[in-house]
């Protein structure tokens, strides 16, 4: 299992037109902040994820930003054409101490193999807390059905 | 609220130690390695997040034992090489048998550990060889200072350690070696919201006895209530509904899905709902006397519960 998040950046410091994000490096971030353009919505987080050509489990970087209810899971929020048609297995795990994880919600409740590709495709799920619960620290593990090498945006908007 | 509140010896073998007091916060673990202090070269990865075993000397000691053909931890104890406070059940470096858990999950390089004392866990380097390492009797000693010990974490949940039963139900031993309880939930901090569980939040990695042959090594655990103010032994009934967390699980075999059987961290999660209407709750842990002839597990093993209030009512 490795890691191919980006860090975790507000939805509102994602601007589209700048967002080429077939060419970006999975650490990347994106400017500017709010500026009274190319600014998609001021609700959410965003990272960048590369599914790093192979169909081993990889995770997010564990969210930086509190959850208290429900959340809507958005991957391949911009509706990346990727460069091969891929399904995935989502899954958002918790975890007390940071390094071992357990599913809080497992990938029937998010996205699995047969909710379809999501080549040019945004996939959304919602996190139902009073269900799953929360921990101390969260995340998102992600499995490719095929190996793909684009990077998608995955977003998470709190209720 | 001291971890030894129950006995000041957590490796007493008659049932007076079950667990820790719930805790509103955690303290962050610190690792660091410790040469041994005579026999084989051998560094061990130790870890500690309990600020009471601070200047308290816990003494390890290994052997290799031909006559369960590998190499053991044969003893720990406290304070230093003292038998007033020792558990002699021997961890065995390798695989306990045929298809069963190797120590592998608990080297160095992995997440997972041997928490062998409340608050206090090892790790075997990475390729320690599970036949040859320890070719003589060699030993260990770490005094846990107060810079081993992280942070002090306030997480919005509850925390305590849990020692596993001493022997199986079908064992013969008595009610207390038996049946381990945790200490009835605080409700100032939990109340009657739903709660989140997690068992073995620390990623300890199971073990059973060393030497048990093709069986089973299960346990289940229950959500006890009672309405009274302050139950004694008899005042507690298994919850209806929701009140089985795990019944029968194969704790060693960590290709689960953390609900119904444990995950590839040993763990397991579950969302405790109808908390209200009971004054108190706690957890009763056992090992089952199920359709197989069950095996019990390894005694220097302590895991660590979390709870989390979901939907705090005001």
Not at chain 2, 125 to 147: E, L, M
Not at chain 2, 155 to 170: Q, R, S
Request: include cysteine; aromatic fraction near 10%.
């Amino acid at each position: 299992m490795a890691l191919f998040g980006s860090d975790w950046s507000t939805y509102s410091d994602l601007a589209l037109a700048e967002a080429t994000i077939e060419a970006a490096g999975a650490t990347d971030t994106f400017g500017p902040s709010i500026n009274g353009s190319g600014t998609t919505g001021t609700m959410g987080h965003f990272c960048y994820f590369e599914m790093d050509g192979n169909t081993n489990t990889d995770t997010t970087k564990p969210f930086d930003f509190p959850i208290n209810g429900d959340f809507t899971v958005a991957i391949n929020a911009t509706a990346v054409n990727t460069d091969a048609a891929t399904t995935l297995d989502v899954t958002v795990q918790g975890s007390v101490d940071g390094s071992n994880y357990v599913d809080l919600a497992s990938k029937t409740d998010i996205l699995q193999d047969s909710d379809g590709t999501i080549d040019t495709v945004v996939k959304t799920a919602v996190y139902d807390y009073d269900a799953k619960g929360r921990m101390p620290y969260m995340r998102l593990s992600i499995t490719a059905a095929t190996a793909s090498n684009s990077t998608i945006i995955i977003a998470i908007i709190p209720h | 609220m001291s971890i030894f509140q129950d006995n000041t010896n957590v490796y007493k073998n008659d049932g007076t130690w079950h667990s820790s007091p719930w805790q509103p916060f955690y303290h962050k673990m610190v690792s660091r390695y410790i040469d041994e202090t005579s026999g084989d070269s051998l560094q061990l990865k130790m870890w500690c997040c309990e600020p009471e075993w601070e200047g308290t000397e816990l003494y390890i000691e290994a052997a290799h034992a031909t006559s369960t053909g590998g190499d053991i931890l044969t003893r720990v104890s406290y304070p230093g090489d003292t038998l007033a406070n020792a558990e002699g059940d021997d961890y065995k470096l390798g695989t306990q048998d045929t298809g069963k858990l190797t120590s592998e999950e608990a080297h160095d390089d992995r997440t997972v550990k041997h928490w062998f004392a409340p608050g206090v866990a090892l790790q075997l380097p990475d390729g320690t060889h599970a036949t040859s390492t320890i070719t003589q009797t060699t030993k260990w000693s770490y005094t846990p200072t107060s810079n081993d010990i992280g942070e002090k974490i306030y997480d919005g949940g509850v925390h305590c350690w849990m020692k596993f039963p001493y022997n199986t139900v079908a064992s013969s031993s008595t009610d207390a070696q038996t049946y381990v309880y945790s200490k009835p939930f605080p409700m100032e901090y939990v109340g009657n919201s739903d709660i989140l569980l997690v068992w073995n939040s620390f990623g300890h990695q199971v073990r059973r006895e060393v030497n048990t042959l093709d069986v089973n090594t299960s346990i289940s655990l229950e959500r006890e209530i009672s309405y009274m103010d302050n139950p004694g032994s008899g005042d507690w009934t298994v919850k209806g509904a929701g009140g089985i967390i795990m019944n029968d699980v194969d704790v060693e075999d960590f290709t689960g899905d953390g609900v119904t059987g444990v995950n590839d961290k040993f763990m397991i999660r579950n969302m405790m709902a109808l908390m209200e209407g009971v004054k108190n709750t706690r957890l009763k842990m056992y090992i089952p006397d199920g359709s197989f002839t069950e095996a019990r597990l390894l005694r220097s093993q302590f895991i660590r519960v979390s709870l989390y209030p979901i939907n705090p009512k005001s």
